[in-house]
């Protein structure tokens, strides 16, 4: 596709509940990024993969987070037993190896209710 | 670690007032320095960058130029117009962590006519 593509763009979910949140980086880019942006923590850095290495995950906030890259292109953020706290919009961005301009997505809007 | 700081917001002002928004930035090593542009109801955009010493960034009129010597990256506009009504992001990246982001908290700008 043209663009980094997300989906949903919006869940509704209650607590307790897993959610799955997808990823579909622009066609060429092996570097994935997801990003949490709250209104009590501004914009922070969950997790990173490049191509088939093992992946970055130094910035997810707990072990109900996890991620994983199917085939080096889609990834899927999943959030096990969600907290209102985990209510936010998660971002995903990619770029090419080796480069810092980094595309980003519309985002997921998270609700945990 | 490395960090960002911007001025807070909002800053308000008049149609074809000068803009500046100030950032500065904590590094150890010699980080890529952007400012992403979050309009209303869309999603992050790249802005501008410049990725070394006295580079200067620009684009749809907005520059900043990379201080090593005051640790800055400072966006500025001549003339602003009610378009660039958005939340300005200043953002650095390094490639000892992976051109991770690490963000300023964003700073809202409302322009009126």
């Known amino acids: 596709g043209a663009g980094v593509s997300q989906s949903p763009s919006n869940k509704v979910t209650e607590k307790g509940k897993d959610v799955e949140l997808r990823c579909d980086p622009i066609?060429?880019?092996?570097?994935l990024y997801w990003y949490r942006q709250s209104l009590g923590q501004g914009l922070e850095f969950l997790i990173y993969?490049?191509?088939?290495?093992?992946?970055?995950k130094s910035g997810l906030p707990s072990d109900r987070f996890s991620a994983e890259r199917t085939g080096g292109s889609v990834s899927t953020l999943t959030i096990q037993r969600t907290q209102q706290e985990d209510s936010a919009v998660y971002l995903c961005?990619?770029?090419?190896?080796?480069?810092?301009?980094?595309?980003f997505g519309p985002g997921t809007r998270l609700t945990v209710l | 670690g490395d960090s960002v700081t911007q001025m807070e917001g909002p800053v308000t002002l008049s149609e074809e007032a000068f803009l500046t928004i100030n950032c500065t930035y904590t590094a150890t090593g010699y980080p890529s320095l952007f400012w992403y542009v979050q309009y209303p109801g869309e999603g992050l955009q790249l802005l501008l960058k410049?990725?070394?010493a006295d580079d200067k960034g620009s684009n749809k009129g907005f520059e900043a130029t990379y201080r090593k010597e005051t640790t800055s990256f400072h966006l500025e506009k001549g003339s602003v117009q009610v378009s660039d009504s958005a939340v300005y992001f200043c953002a650095l990246s390094d490639l000892r962590s992976n051109y991770q982001l690490i963000w300023g908290a964003g700073t809202k700008l409302i322009i009126k006519p």
């Open positions: 961005a990619s770029s090419f190896p080796i480069a810092d301009t980094q595309y």
């Open positions: 066609s060429g880019h092996t570097a």
């Open positions: 993969f490049q191509g088939n290495s093992a992946p970055d």
């Open positions: 410049a990725t070394k």
